[in-house]
């Protein structure tokens, strides 16, 4: 990926003298820091920040492409690349304009929680409208993409219940099969100590 053109949000990091460690390079901590004021930003623009819900952080990972050094300033692509009934999952691009290269990717699985009781929430309806609508202005369809995966899941579903049922039916003929076969030899081996007896 060379461009942030499919980023509906892209901010900008300065870099700071202070943010390089005793090694000469940006600390690996400040990458999550960037990412996480490029997060505040998206979550600003579509109006998450102060409707008595958080979205909290479920889980992040970063992957180090490149060093940064002081001077530069990071380009960093926000992306919600998919909505859940509780949350969203981002992904991040950082782009050096110095070294014209992305030195960091990364994701995050964000979940809302209620500001108050700190319970898990459900995703409001209005916000995510705002997160497919926003992300349609650089044609990142993700209704459609939930239509999609909702559609193979529903084929996966009906192909892993008319798997199951064939199977238990052939265990089911094979189950009477044998129960057959084995009252067979159990009368065959009863009826003959019975006319003996006789």
Same mark, same amino acid.
């Given at each position: 990926?060379?461009?942030?053109?499919?980023?509906?949000?892209?901010?900008?990091?300065?870099?700071?003298?202070?943010?390089?460690?005793?090694?000469?390079?940006?600390?690996?901590?400040?990458?999550?820091?960037?990412?996480?004021?490029?997060?505040?930003?998206?979550?600003?623009?579509?109006?998450?920040?102060?409707?008595?819900?958080?979205?909290?952080?479920?889980?992040?990972?970063?992957?180090?492409?490149?060093?940064?050094?002081?001077?530069?300033?990071?380009?960093?692509?926000?992306?919600?690349?998919?909505?859940?009934?509780?949350? /969203?999952?981002?992904?991040?691009?950082? /782009?050096?304009?110095?070294?014209?290269?992305?030195?960091?990717?990364?994701?995050?699985?964000?979940?809302?929680?209620?500001?108050?009781?700190?319970?898990?929430?459900?995703?409001?309806?209005?916000?995510?409208?705002?997160?497919?609508?926003?992300?349609?202005?650089?044609?990142?369809?993700?209704?459609?993409?939930?239509?999609?995966?909702?559609?193979?899941?529903?084929?996966?579903?009906?192909?892993?219940?008319?798997?199951?049922?064939?199977?238990?039916?052939?265990?089911?003929?094979?189950?009477?099969?044998?129960?057959?076969?084995?009252?067979?030899?159990?009368?065959?081996?009863?009826?003959?100590?019975?006319?003996?007896?006789?």
């Amino acid at each position: 990926m060379s461009s942030l053109k499919e980023f509906a949000v892209v901010f900008s990091q300065n870099v700071a003298w202070g943010d390089m460690d005793a090694v000469g390079h940006v600390n690996n901590v400040m990458y999550y820091r960037y990412i996480e004021s490029a997060r505040v930003e998206y979550l600003t623009k579509i109006g998450a920040i102060g409707q008595g819900l958080s979205a909290v952080i479920a889980s992040s990972s970063c992957r180090f492409l490149r060093p940064v050094f002081f001077p530069d300033v990071l380009e960093i692509g926000v992306q919600v690349i998919e909505v859940r009934n509780s949350g /969203f999952r981002m992904n991040y691009v950082l /782009f050096s304009t110095k070294q014209n290269h992305i030195v960091a990717t990364g994701d995050a699985i964000a979940v809302m929680v209620n500001a108050s009781t700190l319970g898990k929430a459900a995703l409001p309806a209005e916000l995510r409208q705002r997160i497919y609508a926003l992300e349609q202005t650089v044609g990142n369809d993700l209704i459609g993409s939930e239509a999609e995966e909702r559609i193979g899941l529903t084929i996966g579903l009906t192909n892993a219940a008319r798997s199951l049922r064939d199977n238990l039916r052939d265990n089911l003929r094979e189950n009477i099969k044998e129960g057959r076969e084995t009252l067979k030899e159990n009368i065959e081996s009863i009826v003959p100590r019975l006319v003996k007896r006789d």
